[in-house]
Protein backbone atom coordinates (compact mmCIF):
# COMPACT_ATOMS: atom_id res chain seq x y z
CA UNK A 1 0.00 0.00 0.00
CA UNK A 2 1.19 3.80 -1.02
CA UNK A 3 2.14 5.63 1.80
CA UNK A 4 -0.67 8.62 3.07
CA UNK A 5 1.62 12.12 2.88
CA UNK A 6 0.94 14.09 6.21
CA UNK A 7 1.70 17.68 5.86
CA UNK A 8 3.37 20.52 7.94
CA UNK A 9 1.48 23.28 7.17
CA UNK A 10 2.55 27.10 6.52
CA UNK A 11 1.41 30.29 8.48
CA UNK A 12 0.85 33.86 8.07
CA UNK A 13 0.77 36.52 9.61
CA UNK A 14 -2.09 39.37 8.72
CA UNK A 15 -2.90 42.56 9.81
CA UNK A 16 -6.58 41.10 9.81
CA UNK A 17 -5.94 37.57 11.53
CA UNK A 18 -6.30 36.34 15.02
CA UNK A 19 -5.13 33.78 17.63
CA UNK A 20 -8.03 30.67 16.44
CA UNK A 21 -5.67 28.90 14.41
CA UNK A 22 -3.96 28.27 17.84
CA UNK A 23 -6.84 27.83 20.39
CA UNK A 24 -9.55 26.29 18.24
CA UNK A 25 -7.40 23.91 15.83
CA UNK A 26 -3.90 23.57 18.52
CA UNK A 27 -1.41 25.17 15.53
CA UNK A 28 1.26 26.67 16.79
CA UNK A 29 1.32 30.08 14.84
CA UNK A 30 3.74 32.43 14.92
CA UNK A 31 1.99 35.64 16.55
CA UNK A 32 -1.59 36.76 18.03
CA UNK A 33 -2.39 38.18 14.35
CA UNK A 34 -1.97 34.96 12.73
CA UNK A 35 -4.47 34.83 9.42
CA UNK A 36 -3.87 31.73 7.06
CA UNK A 37 -2.66 28.38 7.66
CA UNK A 38 -2.09 27.20 4.42
CA UNK A 39 -2.63 23.51 5.10
CA UNK A 40 -1.68 22.05 1.70
CA UNK A 41 0.68 23.82 -0.05
CA UNK A 42 3.51 23.87 -3.04
CA UNK A 43 3.18 27.44 -3.73
CA UNK A 44 6.93 29.78 -3.72
CA UNK A 45 5.15 31.88 -1.23
CA UNK A 46 4.23 28.90 1.13
CA UNK A 47 5.38 25.54 0.44
CA UNK A 48 4.67 22.82 3.08
CA UNK A 49 6.69 19.77 3.73
CA UNK A 50 5.29 16.45 4.37
CA UNK A 51 5.89 15.06 8.18
CA UNK A 52 5.90 11.21 7.61
CA UNK A 53 7.25 8.12 5.52
CA UNK A 54 10.05 8.32 2.67
CA UNK A 55 9.66 11.90 2.18
CA UNK A 56 9.54 13.46 5.48
CA UNK A 57 11.19 16.68 5.78
CA UNK A 58 10.95 17.10 1.83
CA UNK A 59 8.67 20.12 0.06
CA UNK A 60 5.56 19.22 -1.66
CA UNK A 61 7.05 21.30 -4.94
CA UNK A 62 9.97 18.87 -4.48
CA UNK A 63 7.93 15.41 -4.74
CA UNK A 64 5.84 17.21 -7.63
CA UNK A 65 9.12 18.23 -9.20
CA UNK A 66 10.75 14.90 -8.25
CA UNK A 67 7.83 12.29 -7.80
CA UNK A 68 5.05 13.32 -9.90
CA UNK A 69 3.90 9.67 -10.26
CA UNK A 70 2.47 9.98 -7.01
CA UNK A 71 0.07 12.94 -8.24
CA UNK A 72 -0.94 10.68 -11.38
CA UNK A 73 1.85 12.23 -13.69
CA UNK A 74 -0.14 15.33 -14.26
CA UNK A 75 0.98 17.99 -16.72
CA UNK A 76 1.13 21.04 -15.23
CA UNK A 77 4.19 22.89 -14.06
CA UNK A 78 3.02 23.65 -10.25
CA UNK A 79 0.91 21.18 -8.37
CA UNK A 80 -2.61 22.75 -9.02
CA UNK A 81 -4.59 23.18 -5.56
CA UNK A 82 -4.04 25.01 -2.57
CA UNK A 83 -5.87 24.17 0.79
CA UNK A 84 -6.07 27.21 3.63
CA UNK A 85 -7.56 27.81 7.06
CA UNK A 86 -8.18 31.11 7.32
CA UNK A 87 -9.11 33.16 10.72
CA UNK A 88 -10.62 36.49 9.89
CA UNK A 89 -10.54 38.52 13.33
CA UNK A 90 -10.93 41.66 11.54
CA UNK A 91 -12.43 42.60 7.77
CA UNK A 92 -10.27 41.39 4.91
CA UNK A 93 -9.88 43.87 2.17
CA UNK A 94 -12.34 43.95 -0.96
CA UNK A 95 -10.79 41.93 -3.54
CA UNK A 96 -11.17 40.07 -6.73
CA UNK A 97 -8.88 37.71 -8.35
CA UNK A 98 -7.96 37.16 -12.20
CA UNK A 99 -8.59 34.00 -14.22
CA UNK A 100 -5.88 31.76 -16.16
CA UNK A 101 -5.53 34.01 -19.10
CA UNK A 102 -4.95 37.78 -17.33
CA UNK A 103 -2.78 35.98 -14.53
CA UNK A 104 -0.84 34.69 -17.08
CA UNK A 105 -0.23 37.69 -19.26
CA UNK A 106 -0.19 39.96 -16.50
CA UNK A 107 1.74 38.06 -13.45
CA UNK A 108 4.37 36.25 -14.77
CA UNK A 109 2.45 33.09 -15.92
CA UNK A 110 0.62 32.66 -12.78
CA UNK A 111 -2.26 30.26 -12.45
CA UNK A 112 -5.54 32.16 -12.08
CA UNK A 113 -7.17 31.78 -8.84
CA UNK A 114 -10.65 30.39 -8.89
CA UNK A 115 -11.51 29.65 -5.21
CA UNK A 116 -13.98 27.97 -2.69
CA UNK A 117 -15.33 28.66 1.03
CA UNK A 118 -16.50 26.60 3.34
CA UNK A 119 -17.57 28.24 6.68
CA UNK A 120 -16.55 26.69 9.41
CA UNK A 121 -17.35 29.59 11.99
CA UNK A 122 -19.16 33.08 12.47
CA UNK A 123 -20.32 35.11 14.83
CA UNK A 124 -24.13 35.46 14.72
CA UNK A 125 -25.51 37.58 12.43
CA UNK A 126 -22.24 37.12 10.27
CA UNK A 127 -21.62 37.98 6.98
CA UNK A 128 -19.47 38.18 3.64
CA UNK A 129 -18.97 40.18 0.68
CA UNK A 130 -20.08 38.51 -2.41
CA UNK A 131 -20.47 40.32 -5.60
CA UNK A 132 -21.30 44.14 -6.20
CA UNK A 133 -24.39 46.55 -7.69
CA UNK A 134 -23.18 47.69 -10.71
CA UNK A 135 -24.60 47.02 -13.96
CA UNK A 136 -21.93 47.29 -16.15
CA UNK A 137 -18.45 48.80 -16.25
CA UNK A 138 -18.65 52.47 -16.73
CA UNK A 139 -21.17 52.08 -13.38
CA UNK A 140 -18.37 50.32 -12.09
CA UNK A 141 -15.94 52.76 -12.50
CA UNK A 142 -17.86 55.94 -11.56
CA UNK A 143 -18.40 53.93 -8.22
CA UNK A 144 -15.31 53.27 -7.65
CA UNK A 145 -14.26 56.47 -8.46
CA UNK A 146 -17.01 58.77 -6.40
CA UNK A 147 -15.66 56.02 -3.56
CA UNK A 148 -19.68 54.76 -3.36
CA UNK A 149 -18.27 51.58 -1.62
CA UNK A 150 -21.89 51.15 0.61
CA UNK A 151 -24.06 51.39 -2.76
CA UNK A 152 -21.24 48.99 -4.68
CA UNK A 153 -20.49 46.56 -2.51
CA UNK A 154 -23.01 43.45 -2.08
CA UNK A 155 -23.14 42.22 1.38
CA UNK A 156 -24.44 38.26 2.38
CA UNK A 157 -25.36 36.71 5.88
CA UNK A 158 -24.07 33.65 6.29
CA UNK A 159 -23.81 30.56 9.13
CA UNK A 160 -21.34 27.94 10.19
CA UNK A 161 -21.97 25.03 7.14
CA UNK A 162 -22.45 27.68 4.35
CA UNK A 163 -20.39 27.23 1.35
CA UNK A 164 -19.77 30.03 -1.51
CA UNK A 165 -17.79 29.49 -5.23
CA UNK A 166 -15.69 32.59 -5.68
CA UNK A 167 -15.37 32.42 -9.88
CA UNK A 168 -12.40 34.69 -11.10
CA UNK A 169 -13.87 38.47 -11.80
CA UNK A 170 -16.16 38.05 -8.09
CA UNK A 171 -15.78 41.11 -6.21
CA UNK A 172 -15.33 39.41 -2.29
CA UNK A 173 -14.13 39.37 1.16
CA UNK A 174 -14.01 37.85 4.47
CA UNK A 175 -15.28 39.75 7.39
CA UNK A 176 -14.20 39.65 10.80
CA UNK A 177 -15.47 36.88 13.05
CA UNK A 178 -15.40 34.08 10.10
CA UNK A 179 -13.02 30.92 10.24
CA UNK A 180 -13.70 29.30 6.49
CA UNK A 181 -11.33 26.57 4.92
CA UNK A 182 -10.30 27.92 1.36
CA UNK A 183 -9.87 25.50 -1.38
CA UNK A 184 -8.21 27.30 -4.68
CA UNK A 185 -6.27 26.82 -7.37
CA UNK A 186 -2.44 27.45 -6.76
CA UNK A 187 -2.22 31.67 -7.04
CA UNK A 188 -1.31 33.95 -4.77
CA UNK A 189 -2.54 36.85 -7.17
CA UNK A 190 -5.04 39.05 -5.13
CA UNK A 191 -6.29 42.45 -6.81
CA UNK A 192 -6.74 45.00 -3.71
CA UNK A 193 -10.29 46.97 -4.40
CA UNK A 194 -10.53 48.84 -1.40
CA UNK A 195 -9.16 48.60 2.62
CA UNK A 196 -11.46 50.82 4.55
CA UNK A 197 -8.52 53.54 4.02
CA UNK A 198 -6.70 50.68 6.98
CA UNK A 199 -2.66 51.72 8.02
CA UNK A 200 -0.48 49.02 8.17
CA UNK A 201 2.92 50.27 10.03
CA UNK A 202 1.34 53.40 9.43
CA UNK A 203 1.06 53.50 5.25
CA UNK A 204 -1.91 52.38 3.80
CA UNK A 205 -1.59 48.93 1.84
CA UNK A 206 -1.37 49.04 -1.76
CA UNK A 207 -4.53 48.95 -4.06
CA UNK A 208 -4.59 47.80 -7.34
CA UNK A 209 -7.80 50.05 -9.08
CA UNK A 210 -6.85 49.64 -12.65
CA UNK A 211 -6.55 45.69 -12.51
CA UNK A 212 -9.93 45.02 -10.28
CA UNK A 213 -11.86 47.20 -13.05
CA UNK A 214 -10.37 44.74 -15.65
CA UNK A 215 -11.05 41.80 -14.41
CA UNK A 216 -14.53 42.23 -12.15
CA UNK A 217 -17.03 40.47 -13.71
CA UNK A 218 -20.05 42.99 -14.50
CA UNK A 219 -23.38 42.55 -13.63
CA UNK A 220 -22.40 40.44 -11.21
CA UNK A 221 -23.83 36.53 -11.33
CA UNK A 222 -23.83 34.11 -8.39
CA UNK A 223 -21.73 30.96 -8.95
CA UNK A 224 -23.93 27.47 -8.80
CA UNK A 225 -22.76 25.10 -5.91
CA UNK A 226 -24.07 21.81 -4.73
CA UNK A 227 -24.52 18.75 -5.66
CA UNK A 228 -25.23 14.95 -4.80
CA UNK A 229 -25.81 13.94 -1.18
CA UNK A 230 -25.72 10.43 -0.33
CA UNK A 231 -26.02 8.65 3.22
CA UNK A 232 -26.14 5.98 5.29
CA UNK A 233 -27.00 5.80 9.22
CA UNK A 234 -22.96 6.24 9.63
CA UNK A 235 -21.83 8.58 7.29
CA UNK A 236 -23.07 11.39 4.84
CA UNK A 237 -21.10 12.59 1.76
CA UNK A 238 -21.88 15.86 0.14
CA UNK A 239 -20.75 17.43 -3.13
CA UNK A 240 -20.07 20.97 -2.33
CA UNK A 241 -18.94 22.00 -5.94
CA UNK A 242 -17.86 20.48 -9.22
CA UNK A 243 -15.48 22.92 -11.50
CA UNK A 244 -12.77 22.25 -13.62
CA UNK A 245 -10.41 22.83 -11.37
CA UNK A 246 -11.55 21.02 -8.68
CA UNK A 247 -14.12 19.01 -7.07
CA UNK A 248 -14.76 19.62 -2.86
CA UNK A 249 -16.91 17.39 -0.96
CA UNK A 250 -17.56 16.94 3.18
CA UNK A 251 -17.78 13.98 4.48
CA UNK A 252 -19.63 13.45 8.21
CA UNK A 253 -18.62 10.44 9.83
CA UNK A 254 -20.09 8.62 13.09
CA UNK A 255 -18.91 4.93 12.47
CA UNK A 256 -16.89 3.55 9.53
CA UNK A 257 -17.11 4.29 5.85
CA UNK A 258 -15.37 2.54 2.83
CA UNK A 259 -14.10 4.97 0.03
CA UNK A 260 -12.05 4.28 -3.03
CA UNK A 261 -8.90 6.98 -4.01
CA UNK A 262 -9.37 6.51 -7.33
CA UNK A 263 -8.07 10.20 -8.68
CA UNK A 264 -4.69 11.21 -9.21
CA UNK A 265 -4.32 12.69 -5.81
CA UNK A 266 -6.71 13.32 -2.94
CA UNK A 267 -6.62 16.18 -0.53
CA UNK A 268 -7.99 16.02 2.96
CA UNK A 269 -8.46 17.97 6.05
CA UNK A 270 -10.10 17.21 9.05
CA UNK A 271 -11.81 20.10 10.32
CA UNK A 272 -14.32 18.22 13.18
CA UNK A 273 -13.37 15.09 15.54
CA UNK A 274 -11.19 12.55 15.68
CA UNK A 275 -10.74 9.19 14.22
CA UNK A 276 -8.84 6.53 12.07
CA UNK A 277 -7.80 6.22 8.18
CA UNK A 278 -6.36 2.92 7.60
CA UNK A 279 -5.53 2.88 11.46
CA UNK A 280 -3.75 5.89 11.68
CA UNK A 281 -4.87 8.25 14.53
CA UNK A 282 -6.16 11.41 12.95
CA UNK A 283 -8.02 14.58 13.95
CA UNK A 284 -8.81 18.31 13.91
CA UNK A 285 -6.18 20.00 11.94
CA UNK A 286 -4.91 16.97 10.60
CA UNK A 287 -4.18 17.51 6.33
CA UNK A 288 -2.74 14.69 4.16
CA UNK A 289 -2.99 13.71 0.50
CA UNK A 290 -3.62 10.34 -0.51
CA UNK A 291 -1.91 10.02 -3.75
CA UNK A 292 -2.50 8.18 -7.01
CA UNK A 293 -2.86 4.53 -6.72
CA UNK A 294 -3.84 4.39 -3.25
CA UNK A 295 -7.20 2.06 -3.48
CA UNK A 296 -9.45 1.54 -0.92
CA UNK A 297 -9.31 3.20 2.14
CA UNK A 298 -11.08 3.38 5.84
CA UNK A 299 -12.43 6.05 7.58
CA UNK A 300 -13.40 5.27 11.25
CA UNK A 301 -14.38 7.98 13.84
CA UNK A 302 -16.51 10.70 14.82
CA UNK A 303 -15.43 13.53 12.18
CA UNK A 304 -16.14 15.89 9.57
CA UNK A 305 -13.35 16.02 6.62
CA UNK A 306 -13.36 18.08 3.46
CA UNK A 307 -11.64 16.23 0.58
CA UNK A 308 -10.46 17.85 -2.81
CA UNK A 309 -9.17 16.54 -5.96
CA UNK A 310 -9.43 16.98 -9.60
Known sequence: MKEILFIDPVFKSMVWGGNRLKTEFGYDIPDEHTGECWAISAHPNGDCTIKNGTFKGKSLSWLWENKRELFGNRTEERFPLLVKIIDAKEDLSIQVH??????????????????????????????????????????????????????????????????????????????????????????????????YDRLDNGKPRQLHIKQSIDV????????????????????????????????????DLWGELKLAQDKDFMNVSIIEGDGEIDGIKVSKGDHFILPHGYGEFKLKGDMELIISYI
Open 216 to 251: INCPHMDAQTGGKIIKDKRWEIRELISCPYYTVKKI
Open 98 to 195: PDDKYAYENENGSFGKTECWYILDCKENGEIVIGHNAKDKEELKQMIEHKKWDELIRVCPIKKGDFFQITPGTVHAIKGGTMLLETQQSSDVTYRLYD
